[in-house]
């Protein structure tokens, strides 16, 4: 299987799951992925930036990363999130990784020193240089402070073989567009954001990195099938089902609102890792309300 065809459909955008004493909570963590597992994911996505990442030491995040790639036991293809704006450190962590039982790198676009493009194109040159796997761009201009236009990333999709895709999250539909309409035919747009990717898929996308698919793996992986498929009419009724989630999932921020709702469903401990804190009470009882219409 190549990795053009590990990458269609919906991959989840793993959470990482604390005790109440900010540890890692590993048995939860467990369970939820055999439950994605389970329950139709095409993928795992481990260490992105819905992991919290920016509060995991890097010991932790080796240990995440064995620890599900260990739990998944050859199941699913695992992308692995390696990203900063350090470029040699990334570069480092690339080649230092244990990179078995991993299918392909995510690499998300340099944070507040706000490169160029020439900047952003020279830092992914040298990644995907060093790096041993398949790697996918991440752009999400509203965590980073910079966004990298078509140009670059069909600059850096043409020069280099192993850069197999991009994560875009802009929600600039004019971009995402046309980096589809002259991407070369084996590169792959993934949308980024869950509240977008039934229209991105019917303009050309394969799939979606997907944060609600923690919480509803099956219900969302059917509408990215649907939608792949063609079947737009029934993809449709699913995306509708989920409009007041997607809006209640980011309202105070990501992760917070599919921790609460993975709280809700009793899977994990309703805790983050500060700068980020849990939902407001309002904004919890709203998500458990909307669960219960929805179950």
Not at 86 to 100: A, F, G, I, P
Not at 134 to 139: G, H, I, Q, S
Request: net charge neutral; glycine share 8%.
């Amino acid at each position: 299987m190549t990795i053009n065809n590990k990458l269609i459909g919906m991959g989840v955008a793993l959470v990482t799951p604390f005790k109440s004493d900010d540890s890692i909570d590993f048995d939860a963590l467990g369970r939820l992925v055999e439950y994605i597992i389970n329950n139709n994911a095409d993928y795992l996505v481990v260490c992105g930036t819905t992991a919290e990442t920016p509060t995991l030491t890097d010991k932790e995040k080796d240990e995440i990363a064995r620890f599900v790639v260990q739990c998944n036991a050859g199941r699913l293809p695992i992308v692995l999130g390696i990203g900063g704006n350090n470029t040699r450190q990334v570069v480092e962590k690339v080649k230092t990784s244990d990179l078995s039982g991993i299918d392909a790198i995510l690499s998300v676009t340099p944070y507040y020193n706000k490169p160029s493009q020439e900047g952003l194109y020279q830092h992914y040159s040298a990644i995907a240089k060093a790096s041993p796997l398949p790697l996918v761009l991440y752009n999400v201009p509203g965590r980073t402070g910079v966004n990298m236009t078509a140009e670059t990333t069909l600059r850096l999709a043409k020069e280099f073989s192993n850069i197999c895709a991009v994560k875009e999250a802009s929600g600039n539909f004019t971009q995402i567009d046309d980096i589809i309409k002259n991407k070369p035919q084996d590169f792959m747009v993934i949308s980024g954001d869950d509240g977008i990717t039934f229209p991105l898929i019917t303009l050309g996308a394969v799939g979606v990195i997907s944060v609600i698919g923690n919480a509803f793996p099956r219900e969302f992986s059917r509408m990215v099938r649907l939608a792949l498929q063609g079947d737009y009419q029934n993809a449709r009724q699913i995306h509708y089902r989920f409009t007041e989630l997607f809006e209640l999932l980011f309202v105070e921020g990501n992760p917070a609102g599919v921790k609460s709702m993975l709280a809700v469903m009793g899977m994990i401990e309703n805790k983050l890792r500060l700068p980020l804190v849990p939902n407001t009470i309002k904004t919890y009882e709203k998500i458990r309300s909307v669960l219960n219409q929805l179950n």
